[in-house]
């Protein structure tokens, strides 16, 4: 009798250290709202991420819901306000940083419990094959000389490109705040007034003018990234050009306020099995994302820092007051 006692006492603790020290908490549903309409980056990443852990088996059964308006902030909101609910995610990025600060937000991101940052994508400076200028030097330069006769085309005011033409300009010791920022709706109409020799430059992922880069139609300057990417080795980065300057446009999942620490873990553990399994490997492939994770504690530095060049550099613009 003594000794069934001893061995069920035994097993417990077993048990109870293997929960301790972090054994996968498996989460039957999970709900992840996409801030923005159906078809976008956010909704697809969100689209994506339920496929993924789906089919890996990895929560039982996911939602997907979209909200819009606002540059994802009327998203922001209601996540916040879902206060204590461990299985709910937002996916949100880059992108959402400076449409906080746009739309003077009464909530920001640092309301939220990070979870993780999933893809990032490199920005790319693009001119006209025919454009006299050659490298990201040739811009500096003409971009110094006058700040004004040097057109950009790019997505959103206050998007991922335009904060990267502001930080081109100080890297370069132009002004920033006298730039010709131009934004389009769609990439298709950035790429028909480069083409129609409206504008002097294009700043894009690489992926939405990768088409006309190999046609030929369009001259990559430079790539934003540390490195040169895999799917055009013949780019060349900013800093390898002496310019101090690297953008990833990255894309992230936060969850409510107010989790415990173990509902923080089970989302940051549920997170992290998806993007080693080989279905998100498969639909980072399929669409081109780079996989950037980084979870926790060093997500929420970065998340941070990120919040504070972006409203640095959009003050100095003069988009934020």
Known sequence: MLTSILKRTALTAVALAALSTGAFAQLNELKIMAPAAPGGGWDGTARSMQQALTSAGIVKSVQVNNVTGAGGTIGLAQLIGAKGDGHQLMVNGFVMVGAILLNKSPVNLTQVTPIAR?????????????????????????????????????????????????????????????????????????????????????????????????????RVLAVSSSKRLDNAPDAPTL????????????????????????????????????????????????????????????????????????????????LVK
């Open 118 to 218: 999933l893809t990032a994508e490199a920005e790319v400076i693009v001119v006209p094959t025919e454009s006299p200028l050659k490298t990201a030097k040739d811009l500096a330069e003409r971009l110094k000389a006058d700040p004004a006769k040097v057109t950009w085309a790019g997505g959103s005011a206050g998007g991922t490109d335009h904060i990267l033409a502001a930080l081109f300009a100080q890297a370069v010791g132009a002004d920033a705040k006298k730039i010709n920022y131009i934004p389009f709706s769609g990439g298709g109409e950035a790429l028909a007034a480069m083409l129609g020799g409206r504008v002097t430059a294009g700043v894009s992922g690489y992926g939405e003018f990768e088409g006309q880069i190999k046609a030929g139609k369009l």
């Open 239 to 318: 800093k390898e050009q002496g310019i101090d300057l690297e953008l990833l446009n990255w894309r992230s999942v936060v969850a409510p306020p107010g989790l415990s620490a173990e509902q923080t873990k089970a989302l940051i553990d549920t997170v992290e099995k998806m993007v080693k399994s080989k279905e998100w490997q498969e639909i980072l492939k399929a669409r081109g994302w780079d996989d950037s994770f980084l979870a926790g504690a060093a997500f929420d530095a970065f998340l941070k820092a990120e919040i504070e060049r972006v409203s640095k550099v959009m003050t100095e613009v003069g």
